[in-house]
């Protein structure tokens, strides 16, 4: 069970997103005026409309009670928590999925499996690892990739530059 | 037992090999996020053309069989269900395994499995024809009042705040609708995108939302993984078989729920496990802990979808309806046999049935040695593997299993996307399972909502559509009771002096 | 059976040699085609009737020429993304795709899906699933009249399951009702299994569905009518909508499109070898009895044979309210 904080820290994130969602949710009540059969915009209207309630509720809440919901979200970690890793990751997963249709899949993977290495590296590179860890990397990239595109029959994306 | 004359049939060395390797192969691929069952069929089909009808059944079915079970293991070793049956094993399996007990958890992940699937199994062998009319009587608001059932599930999984919970079922609601409606045929909220034109698919949103937050805080420290406690216990098969006996009537339960589940064609594995866990929770005396590690979670989801096989196959091989979606793929693979389903297909062709059945059967039951071994080598490997190797290895693993599902490179972004989003949604104190709830059951939801409203309106018995038919009024009286039984049970205590420290 | 297979060994073995001598002497010939295995993009799910009748055709094609025909599935959108991505696909006749009728039409009238029909190079409409009107075998309503009576007795209490809205069953449905001047309540569904399931299951009294329907479920249900220029083969006591009186052929029409960038000659020869495929009895045995009618468009007369169906798709589905 979550243990609300008692440290009085009051839930902006929380009233912060619900207002994201509240915006969101008229977005989409606005898209829905666009549809032409009732069958489409009955559902996505009451649910937009239950979302923009529970939002407001939700701010409600959270300016009468003033805290809320605030854990601590690296609690159980120890050391210091690297947000620089942490966006390398996303970003190399992103730029190597974005670049594919031009970089073809084996490529894209290669390159996000090499960046993601070095973001998740927190031990020394010795030389034995500097050695043994891109084997490691290259066998279970062209293993997959033989896998899927030979054994599964996937379509796996050629990329523009080398057809 | 109906045609055991078969059974030699089904003990042939070669149905023997291709049950073992089906379930090998279905295991392995099941385990990898974004390989769901459905594809591991597919994929087969050319490879069964060749063979005799009760053969191929056999392989295909043991690869399904496989495939659901493996789906445990990235659900439960990297909080990723490998298919969406696997949803609620995360729920438990995954707190389990940082906790150090993995090896446990896919233990009873096995034993459960086999347990679910040999439940189908029998009801497919003795109550097919009977049962299958379970399909027919489900109507659109059955659907719908399931759909409604599986979302009380909300308040469980929304980590102390309703609000937020309910709030992001919505946000999940909303996100199944994106793309062209699919009984409708309107495009919504694609915003004149083409790379929202296909919606989100379930099984990449799974990943993005389950997985990446994992891996995005995996790198952030040089922590392991998963806490490892001292030296190798090996299977912990005893242990798990104790814990599997002290709750038969949970694994029967949801083993009987998931036949049922498979049986209604529109609902699956997911809805199964999702359903069985809603029950576990509410019928245990440890309701509080589901969620933090309970065995009984693991327990009731993997014994109701790896049940669903079996009960799935009823309305196909009966009806022609397929139960599931790996269903439908194997009823096109006998198509193209020639062979015809229907009833007369276990009155005329029993040969084929019944060898298939009990292949099926035998199947399952190999699935213990080979899931244990499996298992315990996909544990040690995930504890063992340096830090450096197991992060890039798993995101590359989930980029390639995303594009696989339907070949798009959009749904790789979406899926990075989601990731990114319920990461931070998942700090601001709104947890990815109630978003997860609501694009599954949206769509079953909606249709079943849009279907029951239509024939309602046209027959002008709206009351009567939404409140009149018996099973529905079950299916209301099991929502109401899963939502109140907390507080009547507190009432309870309460009275009753008891005190429920944990 | 052995006579094909060498026959098939042989033209493989000649059609290596060709494609050597093509190599050797730089002049891509298309009797070489196809010399590697030919990608068949499904721009559904596995296991629809997409799939299936793809299913029928891939062993057919390694028999005929030697190379597998490898099926893969790109759903979404209802195959909107599949299509929307077709031209940007190598040309080189080893890539094609899957195209359906109406949607191809219905879908870029309703917003920018990404593709036009026109933009779609068709080779071949092999096939297509008549549009029928069915309801369970132990109905009170036992031919077509009967339901145009009922219809008329009971405006919009008559409920008919099909599978999803501007698709063939919906618009059979909208174009029918104008036929007969009565008013029925279509209920879509996700796929024709499930509405079926539905009329089986008395949900709904009866269904637009398929001939294929019939064939799946056999003796439990009874086909009241087919939108057939003639009766099916199969059901020979079915009587055609024209037969009744009311001008109604269509279906779920089913064809291969290749990318824009595919050269003259390939599309022709593709559109061959679909053609021999489709001339096989064997495979006209196997597409009749699952239900299906044959087709034979060719590359040549696609065009003209999409426009014309075109325009009803167009005009019931904005009676139906599917398009603005």
């Known amino acids: 069970m979550q243990i609300e904080s008692k440290s009085g820290k009051s839930d902006i994130a929380g009233t912060v997103t619900a207002v994201v969602f509240i915006l969101l949710a008229s977005l989409a009540l606005w898209d829905t005026t666009t549809m032409t059969d009732s069958d489409s915009y009955v559902f996505p209207r009451a649910i937009a409309a239950a979302m923009i309630v529970f939002c407001v509720l939700l701010i409600a809440y959270n300016l009468v009670r003033g805290a809320a919901d605030s854990r601590d979200a690296d609690a159980g970690t120890s050391g210091p928590v690297s947000t620089p890793r942490r966006v390398g990751l996303v970003a190399a997963m992103l730029f190597s999925s974005l670049a594919m249709p031009w970089t073809g899949f084996l490529l894209s993977g290669v390159f996000a499996f090499g960046a993601i290495m070095l973001f998740a590296m927190y031990d020394p590179w010795t030389p034995r690892r500097r050695i043994v860890f891109p084997l490691a990397a290259l066998a279970v990239v062209l293993g997959f990739y033989t896998l899927f595109s030979k054994v599964l029959l996937v379509p796996l994306p050629v990329g523009f530059w080398f057809r | 037992m109906t045609g055991l004359d078969y059974l030699w049939q089904a003990l042939t060395p070669f149905n023997l090999l291709l049950a073992l390797a089906g379930v090998v192969a279905g295991t392995v691929i099941g385990s990898l996020p974004g390989l769901t069952a459905t594809m591991a069929v597919a994929v087969l089909v050319p490879i069964t053309f060749s063979m005799e009808p009760a053969s191929a059944l056999i392989l295909m079915g043991a690869i399904y069989t496989g495939a659901i079970y493996g789906g445990a293991y990235s659900a439960i070793l990297l909080n990723t269900p490998g298919t969406p049956s696997a949803i609620a094993t995360t729920f438990d399996g995954y707190p389990m395994a940082k906790r150090g007990d993995g090896d446990l958890a896919i233990t009873l992940a096995c034993v459960s499995s086999v347990v679910g699937g040999l439940v189908g199994a029998a009801f497919l062998l003795g109550l097919a024809p009977p049962l299958a009319e379970v399909a027919l009587a489900f109507g659109p608001v059955e659907y719908f009042w399931l759909a409604v059932f599986g979302l009380t599930l909300i308040s469980a999984l929304s980590d102390g705040n309703l609000l937020k919970g309910l709030i992001g079922a919505c946000f999940g609601l909303l996100l199944a609708c994106i793309g062209v409606a699919e009984i409708s045929a309107d495009i919504r909220f694609t915003f004149g995108s083409q790379v929202l034109l296909g919606g989100i698919e379930t099984v990449s949103a799974l990943i993005g939302l389950y997985c990446i937050p994992v891996m995005i805080d995996l790198v952030a420290t040089p922590d392991r993984h998963l806490k490892v406690t001292t030296e190798s216990k090996g299977f912990r098969l005893r242990e798990a078989l104790a814990v599997s006996w002290k709750s038969k009537f949970n694994l029967i339960r949801s083993s009987v729920i998931g036949t049922l589940v498979g049986i209604l064609p529109g609902a699956g594995g997911s809805i199964a496990g999702l359903v069985a866990y809603s029950e576990a929770r509410r019928s245990s005396k440890r309701s509080d802990s589901f969620g933090t590690g309970e065995p009984e979670g693991i327990q009731a989801t993997e014994s109701a979808n790896n049940a669903t096989v079996g009960g799935g196959f009823i309305p196909t091989l009966v009806l022609g309806i397929p139960g599931t979606p790996p269903d439908a793929v194997i009823l096109g693979a006998l198509l193209i046999q020639g062979v015809r389903t229907g009833p007369s297909l276990f009155t005329e062709n029993g040969a084929i049935v019944y060898t298939f059945i009990y292949g099926l059967i035998l199947a399952t039951i190999l699935m213990l040695p080979a899931g244990l071994i499996i298992g315990r080598y996909a544990y040690k490997s995930i504890i063992t593997i340096p830090k450096a190797l197991l992060v890039p290895t798993v995101a590359f693993m989930t980029m390639i299993g995303t594009y696989a599902i339907r070949n798009s490179i959009s749904d790789v972004v979406i899926m990075i996307v989601l990731g990114v989003i319920g990461w931070f949604l998942n700090r601001f104190g709104f947890s990815p399972s109630p978003i997860v709830l609501g694009l599954i059951l949206g769509r079953i939801a909606e249709q079943g909502f849009v279907q029951a409203w239509t024939i309602g309106a046209a027959t002008e018995d709206l009351t009567g559509m939404f409140f009149g038919r018996p099973i529905s009024l079950v299916i209301i009286a099991f929502t109401l009771v899963s939502l109140f039984y907390p507080l009547i049970r507190k009432r309870w205590s309460m009275k009753g002096g008891a005190v429920s420290a944990d | ?324």
Do not use: C
């Not at chain 3, 010399?35 to 029928?56: C, L, Q, W």
């Not at chain 3, 044959?294 to 007369?301: A, F, H, R, S």
């Open chain 3, 1 to 324: 059976m052995d006579i094909l297979r060498k026959i098939g060994v042989t033209s493989v073995a000649v059609a290596m040699s060709l494609a050597v001598s093509g190599l050797v002497s730089g002049v891509p010939q298309a009797e070489a085609f196809p010399d590697k295995p030919v990608n068949y993009i499904i721009p559904f799910g596995p296991g629809g009737e997409s799939d299936i009748t793809a299913r029928h055709q891939q062993s057919f094609f390694k028999d005929k020429f030697g190379q597998d025909l490898v099926i893969a599935y790109k759903p979404g959108g209802g195959g909107a993304v599949g299509w929307s991505q077709l031209n940007g696909m190598i040309g080189d006749g080893y890539t094609m795709m899957g195209i359906n009728l109406p949607h191809i039409v219905v879908k870029p009238l309703q917003k920018d899906v990404g593709f036009k029909t026109e933009d779609i190079i068709g080779v071949y409409m092999f096939h297509y699933t008549p549009d029928a009107v069915v309801v369970n075998a132990d109905s009170d309503i036992k031919s077509l009249q009967d339901l145009i009576d009922y219809a008329k007795a009971n405006p919009g209490k008559l409920t008919m399951s099909g599978s999803g809205k501007g698709t063939a069953n919906h618009l059979a449905q909208v174009r029918f009702d104008k036929m007969a001047d009565i008013k029925t309540t279509y209920v879509a569904f996700k796929g024709t299994g499930k509405a079926v399931a539905a009329l089986l299951g008395d949900q709904v009294k009866a269904e637009w569905g398929y001939t294929s329907v019939g064939a799946k479920h056999e003796g439990k249900v009874r086909l009241l009518a087919v939108a057939m220029e003639e009766r099916h083969p199969k059901f020979p006591d079915v009587p055609t909508f024209k037969e009744l009186g009311f001008d109604l052929v269509s279906g779920a029409y089913r064809g291969i499109a290749v990318p824009k960038s595919t050269p003259e000659e390939v599309r022709v020869k593709l559109s061959e070898m679909i053609g021999e495929i489709n001339a096989d009895p064997e495979f006209r045995k196997r597409m009749e009895n699952d239900g299906m009618a044959l087709l034979d468009v060719g590359y040549k007369d696609l065009n003209a044979f999409v426009a014309e169906q075109a325009k009803a798709y167009e005009a019931a589905a904005r009676e139906a309210g599917v398009i603005k």
